[in-house]
Nanobody, 125 residues
């Protein structure tokens, strides 16, 4: 089992910044990739960014490329999502997740085994 705890969400004006954190505990040695997804009301959960814990390789959704940065601290089993130039359409609940393999498409939720409780990000116009 892996437990994930997110923090850092909140309310910010358009153009502002927020930094989300996700701390993993438990069987962290099994983590291959950590990802961030988001879900707005009435919409499906969508991929935001991922980082491979071993190599540090990153992948971003087109909608956040150039504005968001994902990073990891292996010593702390923590992943961060720095969000800059926020837009109202970034408003959603943001979820941290872990995948133990790279067999499935890591941009899809079904590739991930464990999920955090989510943290609300609200961007006002």
């Amino acid at each position: 089992q892996v437990q994930l705890v997110e923090s850092g969400g909140g309310l910010v004006q358009a153009g502002g910044s927020l930094r989300l954190s996700c701390a993993a505990s438990g069987r962290t040695f099994s983590i291959y990739t950590m990802g961030w997804f988001r879900q707005a009301p009435g919409k499906e959960r969508e991929f935001v960014a991922l980082v491979t814990m071993g190599t540090g390789n990153t992948v971003y959704a087109d909608s956040v490329k150039g504005r968001f940065t994902i990073s990891r601290d292996n010593a702390r089993n923590t992943v961060y999502l720095q969000m800059n130039s926020l837009k109202p359409e970034d408003t959603a609940v943001y979820y941290c997740s872990t995948a133990t393999t790279g067999v499935l498409d890591l941009r899809r939720p079904n590739a991930y085994n464990y999920w955090g409780q989510g943290t609300q990000v609200t961007v006002s116009s």
